[in-house]
Structures are given as C-alpha cells and as structure tokens.
DNA sequence: CACGATGTTCCCTG
DNA sequence: CCAGGGAACATCGT
C-alpha cells in the first residue's frame, strides 16, 4: 500500500498513540521474512531487540520516502546510558501499522507488537516484503542506513535540474521506471508516477531522455513536488489532524479514482484510460493527453 | 484455479 | 563499472 504519504501516516498512528511513553513490553515475531538479515545487522538478533525496546522511551521518530523510524532511549541497566536505540521500518507492499487497545492478541502476520500503557502499537505484513532493521548509536550520531539519503521531494536540494539530469543519464529507460527509482525520487511509487505522468501529459513509456530538456524537466520537477504536497496533505493530514484511516476522500479530478476501475475514463477528458506493464509495473495513462510521439 | 497487487533486490546481459 | 530488464520473494483477495 504505501508511498510516501501512507508511509508518514502509518508513523504518525504510532507516533500519536506513543510519543514519549515507555514500553512495557515488546513482542518480535522473527519468523517474518521481514526481519531477513536483521541478525546480521543486530548484534543479538531479535531477541536482544526485544529486550532493548523493553523500558524504552519512545522520543522521536521521522519518515524519509518509503524509510521510517522511531527513536527510543532505552531504560537503564540496556547498554550505555547515553545510547539510543534507532528502529527502521519499511513497509513493502503490504506492511501497515496500527495503535490498538493494550490487550490486544496478536494476529497473523503481526511481526512486531509494542505494549505501552494506554496503547499496543502493531506491525503487520502479510506478504512480508516489508523489512525492519535497527541500530544502537551515540544521540548525535545515525544508523548507517540513514546516512547518505537522496534529497527529499519537496528539499530544497530537489530542482528541476536534478530531474532533468537523471533524465538524461537514463535516457533510453521508459520515464516511468525512472521515477521509481528510489535513490532518485525517495517515497514515489506506482500509483504517484502515474498520477505526476497524467498531469504533466507524459507518456509513462517516453524514453526518458526525450525528457531531459530544461523546459520538460522543469515541468516534471514541478508536477513531482505537486503530487507530493497533494498527497500528503490529503493522506496524511499534513499540518492537519490525522485522518482515521486510508479510506480518505480522494478528489475525483485525479486520476487516483479511476485508474483500475473496469472502463475507466480520464477525468479531464472522458477518454477511455490504457492500462499495460512499462517499467516492470502495471501503468495507467490516457492516450488523449499522453502520447509518445510528442513529448 | 489463475491472476495480479501503492516494493525491493538479486542476477543476467550488453 | 553502468544501464536496463526480468525473475524472485509470500500471501491474499477477486
């Protein structure tokens, strides 16, 4: 499910339920694939994740695209006092998290259960391509997973000449599979690339070096940061109060409603939409505004 | 029963 | 080493 704007609000339900309280207890459920590799990365595994998070207090907690992460200080007598503890989720394609009441039971598929007094914070992945890591470190210091992050979508760092230069470095990849890639626009997936594509007229199969033109890319660049801010004001409740769930109304002028729906029509056409696999992922886009042949 | 799903990573080829 | 494409991962709902 999440992209950018589900992933900051999965961290604020836990964030609001949470913030500043301690753990009384943590459950880690290994058996989920989402904790591959954690050992490797954990010294202790997931069992001493567990007991480090127990007693820990919950002090900040932060998203970068599709990353999230909680801080907790952990309780006296886990490891140096001045120590704290970074727990990194991704939430892949199914992951969501939940506050639920404290006597909550454990369901399928839960891979991390923290219990505080008013609250039992869940993680859950069915399909388990979501994945969790985790670090102790000095306050001033950063797990290396969070060091050396792509700029933010709406930093200040993101400019339509980045856009226009990853464009032309990727000249002969369909511009669609280019604005999945992670390491350039953090926190875009399938269903923003359609929509940033819909709305700046690109086709999502255009070569992206016929994109890599100072006018193009200042179009896209603005397009990106756009979707963005939509996205995550009317989904995470940005500056707002955050929505009950991700069941939000989403306006009928995106393409977001009708993308799969059976004869969909482009909402500022009445076109019928194309569906098709480019860039290794089912696409939506309407052929009256979205044509190859021009870019 | 078959298909595909808002994601990432590894492997292969050129 | 780079760019690009395809398969694999695991489960659930239509």
């Not at 202790?44 to 909680?70: C, E, N, P, R």
């Not at 194309?274 to 979205?290: D, F, V």
Request: proline letters at 7%.
């Amino acid at each position: 499910m999440p992209e950018l704007a589900e992933v900051d609000f999965f961290r604020r339900r836990w964030w609001e339920a949470a913030a500043r309280q301690t753990v009384l207890s943590a459950e880690i459920n290994p058996p989920s694939r989402v904790f591959r590799s954690f050992a490797k990365e954990f010294a202790g595994g997931t069992t001493a994740l567990a007991k480090t998070l127990s007693g820990a207090k919950l002090t900040d907690s932060a998203t970068h695209g599709k990353q999230m992460w909680f801080v907790f200080k952990p309780g006296a007598g886990n490891g140096k006092p001045k120590e704290l503890l970074w727990l990194g989720i991704h939430l892949g394609m199914t992951g969501h998290l939940r506050a639920e009441l404290p006597d909550y039971r454990a369901q399928k598929h839960d891979a991390i259960i923290l219990r505080f007094s008013k609250h039992a914070l869940v993680f859950n992945d069915a399909r388990q391509f979501g994945r969790v890591r985790a670090w102790l470190g000095a306050a001033k210091e950063r797990p290396p997973w969070l060091r050396d992050l792509p700029n933010e979508i709406l930093s200040s760092a993101f400019t339509p000449e980045l856009v226009r230069s990853v464009c032309a470095r990727h000249a002969r990849a369909p511009l669609k599979a280019v604005l999945l890639d992670q390491s350039y626009f953090p926190g875009i997936g399938n269903w923003m690339a359609d929509e940033i594509l819909w709305r700046a007229s690109l086709h999502p199969a255009l070569p992206a070096g016929r994109a890599a033109t100072q006018v193009i890319a200042k179009k896209l660049h603005a397009t990106i940061q756009q979707v963005t801010r939509d996205a995550l004001r009317v989904i995470a409740g940005q500056g707002k109060k955050l929505p009950p769930d991700l069941n939000v109304h989403i306006p009928d002028t995106w393409l977001f409603n009708h993308r799969w729906e059976k004869g969909g029509l482009c909402p500022k056409t009445k076109n019928p939409l194309h569906r098709a696999e480019i860039g290794g992922r089912t696409s939506c886009w309407s052929p009256a505004r979205q044509k190859l042949g021009q870019a």
